[in-house]
């Protein structure tokens, strides 16, 4: 059983950065596939970002996205979502989830994570 757990969601202007950490406890860190969607009201999850820990590579939603980057840092079981020029349009809750697989192209789909955190919010005031 694994455990992940978000932090670093707040309100932020636009054109702010922030850090989001994914914290995975229970499973074999470097094993493991983490991914970061996105939930804003009304609208369905999005896919933003994952990294693949076996070999740190890193896939990235094809929409608009390339201000975002993604890293782990295996000594601490966590992961990194790096958000830069922040716009109203990225509002929403924001999750990680953990799965295996060597599959890159399974990663942009939340049914590729068995473990999912409660999510933190991240606001961007215009």
């Known amino acids: 059983q694994v455990h992940v757990v978000e932090s670093g969601g707040r309100l932020v202007q636009a054109g702010d950065s922030l850090r989001l950490s994914c914290t995975a406890s229970?499973?074999?860190?470097?094993?493991?596939?983490i991914g970061w969607f996105r939930q804003a009201p009304g609208k369905e999850r999005q896919f933003v970002a994952a990294i693949r820990l076996s070999d740190r590579t890193g896939v990235f939603a094809d929409t608009g996205l390339d201000r975002f980057t993604i890293s782990g840092d295996n000594a601490k079981n966590t992961v990194y979502l790096r958000m830069n020029s922040l716009k109203p349009d990225d509002t929403a809750a924001y999750y990680c989830?953990?799965?295996?697989?060597?599959?890159?192209?399974?990663?942009?789909?939340?049914?590729?994570?068995?473990?999912w955190g409660q999510g933190t919010q991240v606001t961007v005031s215009s």
């Open positions: 229970g499973g074999t860190f470097h094993r493991l596939n």
């Open positions: 989830a953990a799965g295996s697989g060597r599959n890159l192209s399974r990663l942009r789909y939340h049914s590729n994570y068995d473990y």
